[in-house]
């Protein structure tokens, strides 16, 4: 997880990344006797890649499939939010027993580099600032602590981060707290031609069999889905969908 970047790193297709949410978090999740039966201590994960990518889609996904409640804990969520000394501790305690009381439940973090921030080098040590309330970093130990408290083999409670920007956080503290890590890559050329041809004809766009979506997904390489779908959505206006069909 996170490790050298130097190594060569295959990116994993969709349908392994598929395959991994779905065993080791929509099954415990979704079925109390799959937790019962394969107890694995596997709790949080920390979903990561480019912005686009499908990370926050999927899970909206497992909570479609799961029928989990969604407690959303992301930095832009929490913001003003129990601001006096202290309180995070509440605030994190609070999630926990509602998590607990109506699992299956999901904590969201979105923007998880915020809450696990690395630390600034070259930094002069001096005396120490005053915590700020408003700083998402706030929850980080408290998060650990309930985290060791609450979730067993009994609880079907799943912790996911995600980030974007995961060169900005902390990569030590990332492996302390989440059990695994998903990268969620930019789309292959097999995946880039079906979106392609799927948001196209989404948005009402008409397709002949002989367009070009090959030479499309070849120019395409680095585009997220997101990405994507903007493309298809700035190209296709109501003028141009009533007034061209596609060749």
């Given amino acids: 997880m996170l490790d050298d970047i130097q190594e060569t790193v295959y990116d994993p297709s969709m349908a392994l990344i598929r395959q991994l949410v779905t065993e080791y978090i929509i099954f415990p999740l979704g079925s109390a006797l799959v937790r019962k039966r394969f107890p694995e201590n596997i709790r949080s994960f920390l979903f990561y890649g480019p912005p686009g990518t499908g990370k926050t889609m999927v899970v909206r996904a497992i909570s479609y499939e799961t029928n989990s409640v969604v407690f959303d804990m992301s930095p832009l969520n929490i913001e003003g ?38 630390k600034k080098k070259g930094k002069k040590k001096g005396k120490k600032k005053k915590a700020d309330p408003s700083n998402p970093a706030r929850i980080k130990k408290a998060l650990t602590k309930w985290k060791g408290k609450f979730l067993d083999d009994s609880t079907r409670i799943t912790i996911i981060g995600c980030t974007s920007e995961p060169l900005d956080g902390s990569k030590k503290d990332f492996k302390k707290f989440f059990d695994k890590a998903i990268y969620f890559p930019f789309p292959d050329y097999t995946t880039r ?55």
């Avoid at 196209?200 to 990405?227: D, N, V, W």
């Fill in 81 to 118: 939010k129990y601001t006096n000394k202290k309180e995070e501790e509440k605030l994190v305690a609070s999630v926990m027993v509602v998590a607990k009381e109506y699992q299956p439940s999901i904590i969201y973090i979105d923007e998880a580099e915020k809450v696990w921030p690395a």
């Fill in 193 to 247: 031609r079906l979106m392609w041809k799927t948001f196209i004809e989404q948005l009402g766009g008409k397709l002949k069999a002989e367009f070009p979506l090959s030479t499309l997904a070849h120019i395409s390489i680095g585009y997220s889905a997101g990405s994507i779908r903007k493309t298809c959505e700035k190209v296709l206006t109501n003028y141009r969908k009533q007034h061209v069909y596609f060749i």
